[in-house]
């Protein structure tokens, strides 16, 4: 009843009302067995898509502060489950997260967090995205930032399903994957009302706010060659680290590059990753997931996945980074089609973005940065340079520790 008269209640009283939501095993619906197996390459979850009614091309919205996946119910084939019973897929997914609590990694106290952001008090939101909004807290005395996942529509159940199954897939990612430019996670809670993912406070924001805002100075050419140079890193340890097999990030974008208060980058929202193979061939996939603008022409039109998908999206986030240009141009144009137009009557040093403010040796280094961009997007998906040889051109010029 407390909670029925919640939005009646001033918000200083809401503290106080307990949070008697229904427990994860309530809210994942039963296994089905008359479902044909899916493709799940390496025990990871295959990512949640949006479909396009003209083809089965799934990409997400292209505005990188706040996404818009908002038909996940096409491709995935569950069934709402009313009795409430635990099944052996939630079961499993239980065991899957107590798993990395017995691992070392904590569960959080959902009061905590609550406390911790005020009540989830609107000051304290950064952003919203396709998996729920991101909020600023504190946690043990500590800035973090917390993703609270939330639902679309009223049949919470299905959807419940499938964003548990992301954060699921974006806390298996970040667990086992820790890295310099990998955003690091604290926590994780599954006992309130809604589930949270906990983070490192990003206090340099989103790459994608620093390339559009007007709010601060613009980077400099340092700062934009050490970013790409530590995106290039995280990505060449997501490809490598395992033996004979790549964890494919599949969602590369200025939005998911996030700045610390050095400005160093780290990689986060790992929602859509999944495992691929390491070598350079490619599996094919029943739907396309992502963001448009970023996505190479094998992945969108073929729906071919390898690592170079990763590759392409990072041309394209360097070509954005030197040139100042979106992704889209004029909500209509790929980067990539507007940028072929202009070299035919342009030269590359035209394309430099006027902000930035070089040096006499520093266009060189933009110029750099712009042929890399263009290497990277090339439609032979094998013709694209290797990370590893990206990741030591960018460390030649990059600032030392």
Not at 71 to 97: D, F
Not at 123 to 144: A, E, H, M, P
Not at 176 to 187: A, E, F, T, V, W
Not at 375 to 394: A, G, H, S, T, Y
Request: proline share 6%; charged share 25%; net charge positive.
């Amino acid at each position: 009843g407390m909670r029925i008269l919640k939005d009646y209640v001033p918000r200083e009283y809401h503290i106080l009302i307990p949070e008697s939501g229904p427990a994860l095993s309530q809210i994942l619906p039963s296994e089905r067995t008359d479902r044909p197996p899916r493709n799940n390459i390496g025990g990871l979850t295959p990512a949640a898509s949006v479909t396009s009614e003209s083809r089965s091309t799934i990409v997400s919205s292209d505005n990188n502060t706040s996404s818009n996946n908002n038909s996940w119910r096409s491709r995935s084939h569950l069934q709402p489950n009313n009795g409430y019973q635990a099944k052996p897929q939630t079961q499993r997914v239980e065991k899957e997260i107590n798993r990395h609590h017995e691992a070392g990694l904590p569960e959080i106290d959902y009061h905590e967090l609550t406390v911790g952001t005020n009540n989830w008090d609107e000051r304290y939101r950064l952003g919203k995205g396709g998996f729920g909004i991101v909020y600023k807290g504190v946690w043990k005395l500590t800035d973090v930032a917390i993703k609270l996942m939330t639902y679309k529509d009223s049949d919470g159940q299905e959807q419940a399903k499938i964003q548990l199954q992301q954060s699921r897939n974006e806390l298996n990612c970040l667990y086992r994957y820790r890295h310099d430019n990998i955003l690091p996670i604290y926590g994780y809670c599954i006992t309130g009302e809604k589930p949270c993912l906990v983070y490192q406070l990003m206090k340099g924001g989103a790459l994608y706010d620093r390339l559009n805002s007007n709010k601060r100075p613009p980077l400099t050419m340092q700062q934009r060659i050490d970013i790409s140079a530590g995106t290039a890193r995280g990505i060449l340890f997501l490809h490598t680290l395992l033996p004979n097999i790549s964890l494919i990030h599949c969602d590369i974008k200025p939005g998911n590059i996030l700045l610390d208060q050095c400005l160093q980058p780290k990689i986060g929202d790992f929602g859509l990753a999944r495992e691929g193979p390491q070598d350079n061939s490619y599996i094919e996939v029943a739907h396309v997931y992502g963001t448009r603008g970023y996505l190479p022409p094998e992945f969108a039109d073929l729906r071919r996945l390898s690592k170079h998908v990763d590759t392409y999206s990072f041309g394209v986030v360097l070509l954005e980074m030197f040139t100042g240009l979106p992704s889209v141009v004029d909500n209509k144009n790929f980067l990539r089609d507007y940028i072929k137009v202009l070299l035919q009557t342009k030269t590359i040093e035209d394309l430099i973005d006027k902000r930035i403010k070089l040096k006499p040796e520093e266009r060189s280094l933009c110029k750099m940065g712009i042929e890399l961009g263009l290497e990277c997007i090339r439609d032979d998906p094998l013709k694209r340079p290797n990370m590893e040889d990206l990741v030591k051109i960018f460390n030649r010029y990059a600032t030392v520790d």
